[in-house]
């Protein structure tokens, strides 16, 4: 080929030759990039890219639903599916239990019945008799001491399963949220490089056409191929991410994910009225003042057992021949329980006669502790002093809390705001390079880099508003409202 050249420069032909060479070159690059574009006066493989492109964008990922067996999940679903989550319904059973104990803790009356039947054989005298003894004891719940503890106890515990079960809710939600938002991320990033893949064909086939009509050097087809490689094996990569998407958000919703739609649900800021009605209405608030009531319990309970217990009791009984019954009531300071007592025995034996013997009787007793000073009292109240610390304590980084995340929220919107206005000049951008390439001023592979980047900016508006729906629903718990408060 050189000594040809040559021959063709000494004849006083190489004018020739650079103009030919030229217009294989210029060529060889449309008939590259215009293959299938006779149907249609758009870019056919841009054309083609950019659908894909656009129906992800748009609709989720209804080619992913029509490959894998399994449901396109709206947001409004996912959010429906996450209320109803494992850990939702276990902390409701929780709170069904707490409520059947807060009931037994209320009942006002708590009683235990006792009975016997024996025989005796005398077998010098009366022969074989029968006897029945029967006792019930019971105990009035009125509300004082012990069992006040008790009914106090377990509406702490009812309380906490609620607490229980609003936070399981939030939690639930807001994972499916942030995974939903993931899957949504690697549906743009699997179609961003779908069309990084179309470009790279485009400027490989390109090459290719160059270097027949020798305008290239060999090397430059090796590098248009390895990017090509590259850019398919980043497909790949991006589909196995967004598979692994699918199956995060299919395992936390219960069911078979195929596809998300792209919708971003509005949301808006929780309105406080009285910031701290609401920072004590905070699950970790009401935590730490359940603690507090429970370390105040235990202070008397405390007091109650170490000092002086003062007891007293009456009974009445009456005896007639082999039957006798007798009714019985006490009452201490340490319980302050009011109990009650009944017994009626009787047999078959015995004499009958005689008129019926009744008894009463009234006693009063006290306990005085002796010895070393009780420290359950200190105990108790150091571990009140404690609880109110901690009580304290947590307002003040509830408050922090609050004040950082409205602080977030605000900057949230702000990049919401940016994000919109970059998205809106990708998409003129994009609208721009289609009718320049209309009118032939640009080529395929600038219209498809002008999807790819307004590709792009669409995917981080979605971002940034899920970013700040999510800053927000932790702003919403913050408050102690739930996290669902604040979509629209």
């Known amino acids: 080929m050189p000594s040809r050249l040559l021959r063709f ?22 008939a590259a990039f215009a293959q299938g574009a006779a149907a249609s006066s758009e870019p056919a493989g841009a054309q083609g890219a950019s659908e894909g492109a656009s129906e992800s964008a748009s609709e989720g990922t209804a080619q992913g639903a029509a490959e894998v067996a399994g449901e396109v999940v709206t947001f409004a679903r996912a959010v429906e599916l996450a209320t109803d989550a494992s ?6 059973a929780q709170l069904e239990l707490a409520n059947l104990s807060l009931q037994s803790a209320l009942y006002p009356v708590s009683a235990t019945a006792t009975g016997g039947l024996s025989t005796n054989t005398d077998f010098t005298g009366d022969g074989t008799t029968l006897g029945l003894d029967v006792s019930v004891n019971a105990s009035l719940r009125l509300g004082w001491g012990s069992s006040g503890d008790s009914i106090a106890a377990a509406r702490r515990t009812v309380e906490a399963a609620e607490a229980a079960v609003l936070s399981a809710t939030s939690d639930a939600v807001q994972q499916a949220v942030r995974l939903y938002s993931d899957a949504l991320a690697a549906v743009d990033a699997r179609d961003v490089a779908r069309l990084q893949v179309d470009v790279a064909k485009l400027q490989a086939d390109a090459a290719h056409a160059r270097l027949a009509a020798g305008a290239v050097l060999p090397s430059d087809v090796t590098q248009a191929d390895l990017t090509l490689k590259s850019a398919e094996l980043d497909l790949s990569a991006a589909e196995a991410t967004l598979a692994a998407a699918y199956t995060d958000l299919s395992i936390a919703l219960g069911v078979s994910v195929s596809g998300v739609a792209s919708e971003v ?11 701290v009605a609401a920072v004590a209405a905070r699950d970790d608030v009401r935590a730490a003042q359940r603690d507090l009531a429970s370390a105040a319990d235990a202070v008397d ?3 109650r057992a170490s000092g002086v217990n003062v007891s007293a009791n009456a009974s009445v009984s009456a005896t007639s021949g082999a039957t006798s019954l007798s009714l019985g009531a006490s009452l201490d300071s340490r319980d302050q329980t009011p109990s009650l007592t009944s017994r009626l025995a009787t047999s078959t034996g015995g004499s009958s006669t005689g008129g019926a013997a009744w008894r009463a009787s009234l006693g009063v007793s006290a306990s005085v502790p002796l ?5 359950r009292v200190a105990s108790a109240e150091l571990s009140y002093a404690q609880a109110q610390a901690k009580l304290e304590q947590t307002i003040a980084s509830a408050n922090v809390e609050v004040g950082a995340l409205r602080v977030q929220v ?7 705001q940016v994000a919109e206005a970059r998205s809106a000049l990708a998409g003129d951008a994009s609208a721009a390079a289609d009718v320049r390439y209309g009118l032939g001023v640009v080529g395929q592979v600038e ?8 590709l792009q900016a669409d995917g981080q508006l979605r971002s940034a508003r899920f970013t700040h729906l999510l800053d927000l629903m932790a702003l919403a718990r913050a408050l102690g409202r739930p996290a669902t408060e604040v979509i629209r």
């Open 265 to 275: 649900p509005d949301a808006q800021e929780p309105a406080v009225d009285d910031l």
């Open 371 to 375: 010895g070393p000073p009780d420290t």
């Open 9 to 30: 420069i000494r004849a006083g032909r190489a004018s020739w030759v650079f103009a030919i060479l030229t217009c294989l070159s210029l060529a060889a690059v449309p």
């Open 301 to 303: 309970q405390a007091v």
């Open 447 to 454: 219209v498809v880099q002008a999807r790819i980047a307004s």
């Open 410 to 416: 605000e900057a949230d919107a702000a990049k919401v």
């Open 87 to 92: 850990s939702v319904r276990t902390a409701e």
